[in-house]
């Protein structure tokens, strides 16, 4: 009767696998990337240099801008709100204001105004459609407007209903306008950042303490060339 060996049955199979992969090349297996660096923590420059105070924030938050001369929205559904009645609203609230969130161009003032009348040019209406979303975190859809200003500028603004059906503007700026995206609860804006070839992205959050939207985040991005190497159609325009 033949006798085998253990060990050589253990190692048999491992010669041949080794015998394969000899002849294979590259089996797809993890490959080295060479050394990485030693992270470092951030360093203190001029330590012994009294910085500049930051004031705390105000502990009763910002004050509610109630939308004046409109009727109360049932159940927090701001659905219910006709846009351009609410910019028509603030508009009559805050008559020949040019500058602050607020701030209009009479030709864009007047053409809101006239916006569903007969005079009316179709099509024209400086109120862009809405878009709705959670942003406050209360389970309840936000208002969100656009109002297009001549020279790509446009302002951005938000509401939300109070439990007693007042319409609280919470978010109004006025800027150029590259785009402007929702992303989970932010409003995030794109514009020009003032040299060739980059955006500045700021992201707009509902802060609770403060009761509004503030912009919580800052980037610079440069913009993607296209096949052609110039920069994408649209992208930092004026």
């Not at 990485?36 to 330590?47: D, F, Y």
């Not at 007969?118 to 942003?135: F, I, S």
């Not at 802060?207 to 509004?212: C, I, P, T, V, Y």
């Not at 991005?221 to 096949?227: F, G, K, L, Y």
Request: charged fraction near 20%; include cysteine; charge should be negative.
């Amino acid at each position: 009767m033949p006798v085998f060996s253990f060990r050589a049955l253990l190692v048999a199979p491992v010669l041949a696998a080794l015998a394969l992969t000899a002849g294979c090349g590259d089996t797809g297996g993890l490959v080295s990337a060479g050394p990485t660096p030693t992270a470092s923590g951030p360093v203190h420059l001029w330590p012994e240099r009294r910085g500049a105070d930051v004031p705390p924030a105000d502990p009763g938050g910002a004050p509610p801008e109630y939308v004046p001369g409109l009727p109360r929205v049932p159940g927090q559904n701001v659905h219910t709100v006709d846009p351009v009645a609410l910019v028509q609203a603030e508009l009559r609230a805050h008559p020949n204001a040019d500058v602050g969130p607020d701030g209009m161009y009479p030709e864009t003032a007047a053409a809101i105004l006239a916006c569903g009348t007969e005079g009316a040019e179709p099509g024209k209406c400086p109120v862009l459609a809405p878009y709705y979303r959670d942003l406050t975190g209360n389970g309840k859809d936000e208002l969100v407007i656009g109002i297009e200003f001549p020279d790509k500028m446009m302002s951005v603004r938000v509401y939300t209903a109070d439990p007693d059906g007042r319409l609280n503007r919470i978010m109004a700026t006025t800027q150029t306008v590259v785009a402007v995206e929702l992303a989970g609860r932010d409003v995030v804006l794109r514009v020009p950042s003032g040299n060739p070839g980059y955006e500045l992205i700021t992201a707009w959050s509902w802060d609770e303490k403060q009761r509004s939207m503030l912009p919580t985040r800052e980037q610079i991005v440069r913009i993607p060339a296209n096949p052609q190497g110039s920069a994408r159609p649209g992208a930092g325009a004026r």
